[in-house]
């Protein structure tokens, strides 16, 4: 009993006096806690405005920075203007370093997908058998009839031929999306030579859409070479 009444003792908040009725006219009646947060804010604010007066006070008068020319205030709110326009060379630049990569990976893409063509079956058309023989010097008759036979191959058990067949077709699947990343690349390869053309050529451009097909071509003034 003794434990429950110093526990029940302990829970009990300090009461704090209220505002006195003759002063109601001036609202709740501000406690201790309250102070130390109004307290804390104000102190904040004074310290903030100390060291920005001590950076007005230290400031070069022909201090330069391009951003001051780049920056404005609107409504209130201080923001920088930037300027993301590029130059014809750049952007000439910047897409021919585009081309390059993507031909580079289009490269690569065609090694990858030949490979798999190579390891693959029914990929390039029907494959014909062949079995090689050496021989000691070209001037050797060779019976081809009566060769001996090359021995069967042995029998897998279903497990082992099961597992194989998964692998197969997983490589199909790969071999698959390798084939449409090629055509992807292909035509982003193709896209940005034309605007490369395009962007090289002198004079009006003319494009022209084909009704049936959809297809877009352009067409302008041939420049004679030097």
């Not at 201080?78 to 021919?96: C, G, Q, R, S, Y």
């Not at 062949?130 to 279903?158: Q, Y």
């Not at 982003?188 to 097909?213: C, M, P, R, W």
């Amino acid at each position: 009993q003794r434990r429950v009444r110093e526990a029940v003792v302990s829970t009990q908040s300090t009461g704090e006096r209220s505002q006195p009725a003759h002063r109601k006219k001036f609202g709740l009646l501000e406690k201790h806690k309250d102070y130390v947060v109004r307290a804390r804010d104000f102190n904040k604010k004074k310290k903030i405005l100390k060291q920005l007066k001590n950076v007005a006070d230290e400031k070069n008068p022909d201090e330069f920075y391009r951003g001051m020319i780049k920056s404005r205030i609107v409504d209130g709110k201080h923001e920088i203007h930037k300027d993301n326009t590029l130059d014809h060379a750049t952007v000439m630049l910047l897409k021919t370093q585009d081309a390059n990569y993507i031909n580079l990976k289009l490269q690569a893409e065609k090694n990858k997908v030949s490979k798999l063509k190579e390891v693959l079956h029914d990929t390039k058309g029907e494959k014909v058998n062949t079995h090689t023989v050496f021989v000691e010097s070209d001037s050797e008759d060779v019976d081809l009839e009566n060769l001996e036979k090359l021995p069967d191959a042995p029998d897998i058990d279903p497990a082992t031929k099961k597992a194989l067949g998964r692998a197969k077709k997983v490589q199909y699947n790969v071999l698959q999306a390798r084939i449409k990343r090629l055509q992807t690349l292909e035509r982003a390869s193709h896209k940005l030579q034309v605007y490369k053309n395009i962007a090289s050529a002198k004079g009006q451009v003319f494009k022209e859409v084909d009704e049936d097909t959809g297809n877009v071509s352009y067409r302008w003034r041939k420049q004679r070479a030097k």
